[in-house]
């Protein structure tokens, strides 16, 4: 099902992996410590912003790079960037504001602004689904469009692969990455992490992550956690699982992150 079905009243199943999957050629990721050949497709052109998404506003947040100095993580989390979605369908558009409160220094809680988002990312989806939702493509086509810089859905084989290319990405952009959780069923913003040591300087192993879980606090049975909740890799490896669809999809069996581009 598309990305945004977790029903708020219904049970979770794990769900199964379907192995098949489609090639996809991608972006590449690469620092002098990680290269790897990032299995998604090119980003939905998307030149102009969501019509009646309304405007993003407060002072842009002008984040230090990689010439920041490394204290042993780094973390974007701020209490008033969080929204709870306002309907079972809509954790990718919810995560899509949050977002961009996060890299604009915004706080917009707007249940019109979500729907508009909603609208908008359906005509941007990879592929059409019967169900509600929105999908990887559609995550990373709106952030794009709507003041995020350029995102990019993108794939890897491995958890482990996964979680070192995001923990990258926040530290080389300064900006939030996109989880896809319960197989692709649900969206989390990543605003941070701890690591052993910095990614883009010497080898390193990521020791914790910081999350948003747009359910919280209206979910029946508790699967977001409280917004900047931190997980170890061993927790979070019980959210970010495998991506699956009703039929094969490029992101079919492999994590799948959404994250920001230079």
Not at 184 to 207: C, I, K, N, Q, Y
Not at 224 to 249: I, N, S
Request: charged residues 10%; contains cysteine; neutral net charge.
């Amino acid at each position: 099902m598309a990305l945004g079905m977790r029903l708020l009243d219904a049970p979770w199943t794990m769900g199964t992996s379907i192995r098949s999957r489609l090639g996809r050629s991608g972006l590449v990721l690469a620092t002098a410590l990680l290269s790897a050949v990032l299995m998604g497709a090119a980003p939905v052109a998307a030149a102009t912003p969501v019509v009646g998404a309304g405007t993003v506003t407060g002072t842009p947040i002008q984040l230090q790079r990689t010439t920041a100095p490394w204290s042993g993580g780094l973390d974007f989390f701020r209490a008033s960037a969080f929204t709870t979605q306002p309907d079972d369908h809509t954790c990718v558009p919810t995560s899509v504001q949050m977002m961009l409160n996060l890299i604009t220094g915004a706080s917009s809680h707007s249940a019109s602004q979500i729907a508009a988002f909603y609208a908008w990312g359906r005509a941007h989806t990879a592929y059409t689904y019967a169900t509600p939702g929105l999908d990887p493509a559609a995550w990373a086509a709106l952030l794009t469009a709507n003041g995020g810089g350029t995102y990019e859905d993108v794939s890897y084989v491995t958890f482990a692969e996964a979680v070192q290319a995001a923990a990258t990405a926040v530290r080389a952009e300064g900006k939030p990455v996109g989880l896809l959780v319960d197989h692709g069923r649900h969206a989390w913003v990543m605003t941070g992490f701890t690591a052993t040591a910095d990614p883009l300087r010497s080898p390193s192993r990521v020791t914790s992550v910081t999350v948003m879980g747009s359910l919280y606090p209206s979910q029946n049975r508790g699967y977001d956690p409280r917004p900047g909740t931190r997980f170890t890799p061993d927790q979070l490896a019980g959210y970010l699982t495998p991506y699956t669809e009703a039929f094969p999809v490029r992101w079919t069996g492999d994590y799948v992150i959404v994250v920001p581009e230079s």
